[in-house]
């Protein structure tokens, strides 16, 4: 009987020391903290815990969090506020100094780009490391920026691209009037070209390939499309897809046909996949397909922003009008704004200004989106992420880091949209939890899936995790950028603290010139992992007889040889 007692009695002790949530658990004395979090609401997505503690953080990780008296060297009173998970994005195109301390007033602590992604990305990590960065930063190797270097040669480049450049190189590639990268199919040579220096790319670390198919309807052929999955799949990592037919809203293009032609590929191939933005019509078909993959056991999710208005670079294929007008019944002057010039642009406004300058950033206001946006609070997996826009001005200029943000010219999304989606939560009676689980859990698990070990130690509020932390107010914390020009890059209300690897960065609302921010990468490898294609071995190898492809017609494989 009494070793029945005393059984009883040490599993009732391990199960207490189990929850490292809301019962005292440290790694360190309670008087040796680098910094505090007193009296805050701390929420962690993945285990659900949401209760009253106070938290420690010593050498950049989360050393306890408990309801017993703590002190440290730096103390944040966090009464009434949450503390929860740093947000994290995916589809950040502000990779520039003034766009990133914008973002960070929002409690973006991790800002990924995705889908446009770099070139070199060597070269580009090791210039973000020298040069310090407030949030934690990462890329994919982009299929639209390496196809300029192969498609558009006589546009010399000796930098890496990421998005804070690429623009002027799409404006030198259009001078001739063919964009090569968008509009040019690529030959076997070609795309061999191309793969090779991708796969450099993942060597070196690049969270995947992004594929901005949407930009290149005519250039990129579906082989490519499925040759650049395969590559990303061969290291078994993420490919984030703006899909070939996205803000199409009929057929024979309608948008989900674009999700099919890459959810096919990832399914087959057994690899992750990212849709971006997926804020067209159709987009629940869309996430209905993601979910039955999911349940199959494939790891692939989609995000969205939470505006009826969407922004990109003028030359942009789906904005012309054979498209904009004729396919989606759009009229340029009710939907096509200059955030510059603070207008809408007529059609020939828009024609004469996309000829001039092809990388030049305006807004598209898409009536639809207005309804749907309620939807996309409430799904589960599918991810907030920014879409944030490079910190220009209304000349389309690059602003520097001190720059006030009334200077910016640009979609307010860089600067609200995590502020956006919690208030909008608030106002829908969304479960505040399940928010944050779209701003910043959901992203960490399905990233941390593919191997990333920087996603598998974020987006989480436990012990032994890395301090990306947010804390806002849940009753007040709301955008204040606005559409209207000096109003685009107003720093969000209601979060007064963003820390990132235990660093403050955000300090009572005042954005501080700290940059503790880490490399989100692969580690890079020995070895690269290019495999040629050649349709002749494949064809030898997998018919039952043997023909030359050189024998073949226009019609069949000897066409994109040529």
């Known amino acids: 009987m009494k070793n029945h007692i005393f059984s009883a009695f040490i599993l009732v002790l391990l199960l207490a020391g189990c929850d490292a949530s809301n019962k005292d658990h440290k790694t360190s004395s309670p008087t040796n903290y680098d910094m505090v979090i007193l009296n805050g609401r701390v929420m962690d997505p993945e285990t659900n815990f949401d209760g009253v503690r106070n938290v420690g953080i010593k050498d950049g990780k989360i050393a306890v969090i408990t309801e017993k008296e703590i002190k440290g060297t730096k103390t944040i009173d966090a009464t009434g506020l949450v ?95 063919t964009p090569g990268w968008a509009v040019t199919r690529s030959n076997i040579e070609q795309m061999n070209a191309i793969m090779k220096l991708m796969d450099e790319d993942l060597r070196q670390g690049a969270i995947g390939i992004g594929s901005s198919s949407a930009y290149m309807q005519m250039g990129l052929s579906s082989y490519e499309q499925f040759e650049a999955q395969k590559l990303a799949a061969r290291y078994g990592r993420v490919t984030s897809v703006h899909t070939r037919f996205h803000l ?40 209905e397909k993601l979910k039955l993959a999911r349940a199959k056991g ?45 207008k809408f642009l007529s059609k020939q406004e828009f024609l004469d200004k996309s000829r001039a300058n092809p990388g030049y950033v305006i ?98 509020l436990q012990v032994g995790k890395v301090a990306d932390i947010t804390l806002f107010d849940p009753e007040t914390v709301a955008p204040s950028a606005t559409y209207k020009a000096g109003e685009h890059g107003l720093p969000s209300k209601g979060i007064p603290y963003v820390i990132v690897n235990g660093t403050i960065v955000v300090d009572n609302h005042q954005v501080l010139d700290v940059r503790p921010g880490q490399a989100i990468r692969f580690p890079v490898e020995k070895k690269g992992r290019f495999q040629p294609i050649d349709i002749n071995k494949w064809i030898n190898e997998h018919t039952i007889m043997t023909h030359s492809v050189a024998d073949m017609d226009d019609t069949g494989a000897g066409a994109i040889l040529n």
């Open 83 to 177: 503390v929860a998970p740093g947000f994290i994005d995916t589809h950040f195109h502000a990779v520039d100094r003034f766009a990133t301390k914008l973002a960070v007033t929002d409690g973006i602590t991790t800002g990924m780009d995705l889908e446009a992604g770099a070139t070199r990305v060597g070269d580009w990590y090791a210039e973000k490391d020298k040069q310090g960065w407030q949030v934690n930063y990462g890329t994919t190797t982009g299929l639209a920026s390496t196809r300029i270097l192969i498609h558009d040669p006589e546009v010399p480049v000796d930098e890496p691209l990421d998005f804070s450049n690429t623009t002027s190189y799409v404006d030198k590639a259009a001078k001739d009037g």
């Open 248 to 287: 199409n809203t009929e057929t024979p293009t309608e948008a989900p046909i674009g999700l099919d032609e890459v959810l096919v590929n990832a399914m087959l191939l057994d690899a992750p996949l990212l849709l971006a933005h997926d804020n067209d019509y159709g987009w629940w078909e869309n996430e």
């Open 298 to 342: 494939y790891n692939v999710w989609g995000e969205y922003y939470p505006f009826a208005a969407a922004s990109t670079i003028i030359s942009a294929e789906f904005l012309k009008p054979e498209i904009w007008e004729k396919v989606n019944g759009y009229k340029y002057e009710e939907t096509i704004y200059d955030p510059g010039a603070d």
């Open 363 to 460: 807004i598209m206001h898409i009536p639809p989106r207005k309804e749907w946006m309620k939807y996309w609070l409430t799904i589960p997996h599918m991810v907030v992420a920014s879409d944030a826009m490079r910190g220009a001005d209304k000349n389309g200029k690059l602003l520097p880091y001190d720059a006030d943000p009334t200077q910016y010219a640009g979609h307010p999304r860089t600067v609200s949209s995590f502020s956006t989606t919690l208030a909008m939560g608030r106002e829908q009676g969304v479960p505040l939890m399940f928010t944050l689980s779209q701003l910043s859990y959901w992203t960490a698990k399905h990233l941390g899936d593919t191997g990333l070990e920087a996603m598998q130690q974020r987006g989480r």
